[in-house]
């Protein structure tokens, strides 16, 4: 790596591209007529140095293999990320000035329609646990020697999920990762709470068992040597703590307040900063170095087909251990899936794979939030990542999924302990929102199976689909309904009592589903047959069916479900189906629950055997 033997010529030459890179960030921000030119000017200097000096990388092919990984989270200064790539020959520099445009893939932030792109940033506190994905894929997976580099604000630093990632870092010792923030001094509405204090920042980043650097950010040979020494630095990972400017090479903005999300006015102002930025750069400066990455490994992994579930008809598991047998099968025959955990592997039953495959499973501590970026992180390097927890502690991370669904991230997220069903630990525990929390996310499929077999099945489903998937898992022990020859496609459902003249169909998933059978055995006793659903997809919904037969038993339809009354199952079937007619009657927890066993707790809130045959009563008089 270039640092203190870098010629004249070639400091200029990089010198030269920061002056580019603020120019072109200046230009594409004022014809847009919004974004964030400032913050791209402060950073310009750090991005200069690393996509034309320090960086390995393909610049026609940004995800060739081994290549070191640039993560912008300060998603804002998108401008100066784009300018870095057309500088580096990607894209011709005339396609910049369609920034913020509806028909052009260079947004107002970074998403992934664009191939430099690994994760959607710009909702701040993301960019560093994406980072430790990527870096925990590099080392500890693939053992590949690619460096993976996080530029971040001084204001996102406040933000709880980089603490999470820092001391992620830490414990892994993630030596291949650099973090750089750009500490400019001001906000958005105010300066910052530490602005220039370099020592404090420096104190809290080593706290945390980071090498921390102060750098000046607009000193290049400065920067090229920290670069140098992160590089060299072995067992924790390193930050550069970089003193800058905002609005750098621009007097009438330079460190002034109120210019953040500011474009300079076309016309008088664009033109004099123009100006001013063209006559600092210098003559003699020769082309920038891009640094090309090693030669990547050839093999691409075997992937086998996964093995029967192991349970038969009569059998009794949880769900959750389902999942984990199943997890576990799927890491003898897929070297691609990794699992991810926040130190409640021993419910989840996560560590059934994490003590076979300790490469590939990667404790977090209750960190959810780094758990769910460290997740997109390893999907971006194309991995297959389970990141398990109790249902309801993903509302912590809700920002990171939105922004994976955003990302289009290839993530697999398994939520246990739903619903009233776990019984005595109280509401706190209860997951019951959070088919409705991942649901309203676009292109998301959610899944709710019922036994072990129809777990293990889906499982297999989920690792086999591109895309994100929710997987709701139960606490308590069920009977295998299904041999082990059953399939489960997404999108589908199973029919398991129908008869010619059922009055009435009953739709539920998960525990409802048992209780469902209860009520149907209670109901035919009386002379009342109805027909009862497994939907075990939410997302997609099996809307032929659910139309079928509603058609069949006049139009009534019955949802029961482990889940608060809005956004759950019930009201997925009323989506697919209320457009025809068709009356839905919704049996869900309307209340907030409280502790006491799963069977009384499924009774009292409304959505056991004797509520079900209680509501088929009164819906068909």
Known sequence: MPGSTTSHEQLAALRNAATHLRI???????????????????????????????????????????SDRFVLSKGHAAPLLYAAW????????????KLRTLHSDLEGHPTPRLPFVDMATGSLGQGLPVGVGIALSAKYVDKVDHRTYVLMGDGESVEGSNWEAIEAARQQKLDNLCAIVDINRLGQSDPTMLQHDMEAYRARWSAFGWHALVVDGHDLPGLLSAFEEAARTKHKPTVLLARTLKGKGISFIEDQPNWHGKPIPQGTEMQKAIEELTHQLQPNGTAPVIRRPSAPQADKPAIKPLPPPPYKVGDSVATREAFGVALEALGEVNPLVVALDADVKNSTYTEKFGKKFTNRFFENF????????????????GKIPFAATFAAFFTRAY???????ISRANIKLVGTHVGVSIGEDGPSQMGLEDIAMM????????LYPSDGTSTYRLVEAAANHKGMVYLRAGRPKSPILYGPEEQFPIGGSKVLRQSANDALTIVAAGVTLFEALKAYDKLKATGIVVRVIDLYSIVPIDRTTLLESASATHGRLLTVEDHYAHGGLGDAVLDAVGSEGVRVHKLAVRTIPHSGKPDELIDHYGIGARSIVEATQHIIK
């Open 24 to 66: 072109e960030s200046v230009r594409s921000t004022s014809v847009a007529g919004s974004g964030h030119p400032s913050s791209c000017c402060s950073a310009a200097d750090i991005v200069a140095a690393l996509f034309f000096s320090v960086m390995r990388y393909d610049p026609k092919n940004p995800k060739a293999p081994n």
């Open 86 to 97: 057309a500088e580096a020959g990607l894209f011709p520099k005339e396609d910049l000035l």
């Open 366 to 381: 209750i960190a959810e939030q780094n758990m769910l970026g460290a997740a997109a992180g390893l999907a971006a390097c």
């Open 399 to 405: 920002d990171f999924i939105r922004m994976a669904a």
């Open 439 to 446: 649901a309203t996310q676009p292109d998301i499929t959610v």
